[in-house]
């Protein structure tokens, strides 16, 4: 099998806001590329890279796919990835592995949410990047003012024009390159092919004022070059591409390019400026890696010629192709029948088949080297996140920080009997997407299953049923409110029984007190003279925690309470274990109907992040949601509002923050405290939770 040399490999990531035209500009690269005789396309079925049924009936990027093919004696290892912020993690664990991203905007509406969030992540992880602007041909678009909205969100490195358009809308059929000042002329064929000419004398003023900035702004890029320029002496192209190149790689420019994926012009463009101009695997020369003995995060050189080590970003689980494992190799070599460790769970692996992707097409690949990224097939315990390495040099790479679900249902199988089909059918697409969470709520009995949002949890609902066959109920989960009480009381629990033979008999003596919020429940024992019988105390607590499981108002469960058993009664013959267990249970019960009880509510802790003009709405919509303003604090153009807030008026929180900010709103959401609910709020509960309980009858 062939071997890349990691100087000829690139790693390029396709990053973009939804429908920004990444998997068509991808398509239209591997038809270049030879990898398909035509240009797929997700409505039709022909596309390669997003296959999954999902996307094919939403006609979006649900899950990032590999593409890998040869361009210009390169090897590109493509990664299209999601831009729809319900599976925008994808995107984000892309990053970690590519050199280089290509980040797509629309000629017509320029820098939307997820663009800024991707933005974000190159600087993160510390990715050159290039912006393609897409969408050219279309009505409205403009490429000036696409730049000038583009250098007005992106301040921090330099956006510089290394394209500029022939035509606009429907005649834009070109591209003046600013680098060789040739025009490229398309033919209306979409098949990429181009004659290279003079510029157009009606662009050459604008070409000409463009070139000149570009070769300001690159020879700023070396000390010696920019001294020979402000003294008027002459710079080669090689230099001005040399200092381009070096600027890039330092991510202090970030070039735009421009064409159209529809009619394939300017996508031959965007792969011979990824080879020219962006790095390869050798650009990283260290990584972040977790100290497998302290736990702590280190920097670890990258080794061409040391022990294995990869990490992997992603997996793929099918019912029938088994699970496929991605990964990128940023140390040595793997080859078939290798024992490896994987260095996250501890467990050794026999490493079977290694190929590359085109979408779902598998092409064989031998083995693995470094710099590049492969896939391997049926491992058994790895996941995405994992590092596998040399069992005799283990290293644990950092995984990536992921966003938090936001959005949670109840889930309930429709047959009967499918709850542990449920279970591992779940725990497999776990494996595949880490935003996942799924838990069963002890006190609700529900099985929850949490998300990034509404079209997340839908997917996944889908895939449940065309993979696994396992068909669900989605419903809004339950809250688990419980009951404490407010006052204190000091009640007789007593149980008599007579029916002849040997009674049942208990006398306890109970005092029922609050205890400060969070603090749970405490027993205490304070009999003394043998009034009870040390061996029936155990029964008494046992009773009363078992009355606490359904409190007296709603059934919820009883917390922050003390109980004190101070006195009592027993018979020698009669009393029992049991005796005193339904004694004290019924002491419970009558004092916490006499010490005042109440219901509590689960408060979370919110942290919302917003742009400047939007704060006045989230702020209100908190506040109309019993939420309490804790602070809020400046970040970049955003700012970060901190607030408590009931779970029960933020449980659909995600759709209600994204229509009030265009999408721009960010929230985490975590559990902070109990608190009483409101006198009239709790009366509706209670009123609920009886009307539930009669329909169970």
């Excluded at 912006?131 to 490429?143: G, Q, S, V």
Aim: some cysteine; aromatic content about 8%; hydrophobic content about 35%.
């Amino acid at each position: 099998m062939k071997k890349y040399e990691p100087n000829i490999i690139r790693n390029v990531g396709m990053f973009s806001h939804g429908g920004e035209g990444k998997t068509s500009i991808v398509e239209a690269m591997l038809f270049l590329a030879g990898e398909n005789n035509r240009i797929g396309r997700v409505d039709d079925g022909t596309s390669l890279m997003d296959y999954e049924p999902e996307e094919i009936e939403r006609k979006i990027t649900i899950s990032s796919s590999l593409a890998c093919f040869e361009w210009n004696k390169h090897k590109f290892n493509l990664l299209d990835t999601p831009g729809d912020d319900n599976f925008i993690a994808d995107a984000k664990l892309c990053m970690k592995v590519v050199d280089s991203a290509v980040i797509i905007m629309s000629a017509v509406s320029g820098v939307k949410v997820q663009t800024e969030k991707v933005w974000e992540y190159t600087d993160e992880f510390g990715i050159p990047s290039c912006i393609f602007i897409n969408k050219m041909d279309r009505e409205r678009a403009d490429f000036n003012a696409t730049v000038e909205d583009i250098k007005k969100n992106f301040t921090d490195r330099t956006i510089l024009p290394i394209h500029l358009p022939i035509g606009k809308e429907d005649s834009f059929k070109g591209i003046v390159n600013l680098l060789s000042m040739k025009a490229y002329i398309y033919k209306d064929d979409t098949s990429g092919a181009f004659d290279v000419v003079d510029i157009p004398q009606d662009l050459l003023d604008e070409a000409n004022n463009h070139r000149e900035k570009l070769v300001e702004v690159a020879v700023e890029m070396d000390d010696d070059v920019m001294e020979r320029y402000l003294n008027g002496e002459g710079i080669t192209n090689e230099e001005i591409e040399r200092c381009l190149k070096n600027g890039i790689w330092n991510k202090k420019i970030v070039p735009v390019l421009c064409g159209s994926a529809s009619k394939n012009i300017g996508i031959q463009l965007i792969l011979d400026t990824i080879v020219q101009y962006y790095p390869p695997p050798t650009f990283k020369k260290e990584i972040e890696a977790i100290d497998i003995k302290t736990g702590e995060t280190i920097m670890k050189g990258l080794d061409p010629d040391g022990p294995f080590s990869a990490f992997v970003f992603k997996t793929i689980t099918d019912p029938f192709a088994g699970k496929l494992t991605l990964f990128r190799v940023y140390s040595g070599e793997v080859h078939p029948d290798m024992t490896v460790l994987n260095a996250t769970k501890e467990q050794k692996e026999r490493i079977g088949q290694i190929f590359y992707l085109v979408g779902k097409k598998q092409k064989p690949a031998g083995f693995a080297s470094f710099g590049d990224i492969a896939v391997l097939a049926k491992l058994k315990d790895v996941g995405t996140g994992d590092t596998l390495c040399d069992e005799k040099s283990p290293v644990k790479y950092k995984a990536v920080t992921l966003p938090t679900p936001l959005i949670s249902f109840s889930l309930q199988p429709k047959a009967k009997g499918d709850e542990d089909k449920l279970n591992s059918s779940l725990t497999r697409l776990m494996e595949e997407d880490l935003t996942i969470r799924y838990k069963r709520d002890e006190q609700t009995k529900e099985f929850i299953l949490s998300g990034m949002g509404q079209i997340h949890i839908e997917v996944i609902v889908e895939k449940l049923k065309r993979k696994f066959g396992v068909d669900v109920e989605l419903k809004e989960p339950k809250v688990p409110y419980k009951e404490t009480i407010k006052g204190t009381a000091k009640v007789q629990g007593k149980y008599k029984r007579q029916s002849g033979g040997r009674g049942q008999y208990g006398d306890t003596w109970l005092e029922i007190s609050p205890l400060p919020r969070g603090a749970g429940f405490e027993f205490v024992d304070k009999i003394v003279g043998g009034v009870i019988p040390k061996q029936y105390i155990p029964a008494v607590e046992k009773g009363i925690v078992e009355a606490m499981e359904q409190g007296m108002l709603a059934g919820y469960p009883v917390t922050d309470i003390r109980v004190s058993l101070y006195d009592g009664s027993y018979h020698e013959v009669d009393s029992s274990e049991m005796a005193f267990k339904i004694a004290a249970s019924m002491g419970f019960k009558k004092g916490m109907e006499a010490a005042n009880p109440t219901l509590l509510e689960p408060i979370m802790k919110v942290e919302v992040i917003v742009p400047d003009e939007n704060m006045g709405d989230v702020m209100g919509d908190l506040n109309s949601r019993r939420g309490k303003i804790m602070g809020v604090e400046s970040k970049g153009n955003n700012q970060v509002v901190k607030a408590t807030v009931p779970m029960a008026e933020i449980l659909k929180y995600a759709p209600d923050l994204r229509s009030m900010t265009g999408g721009r709103g960010t929230f985490t959401v975590e559990f902070s405290h109990y608190e009483e609910v409101p006198a009239h709020i709790a009366a509706k509960i209670i009123e609920n939770a009886k009307k539930e309980k009669e329909q169970e009858k």
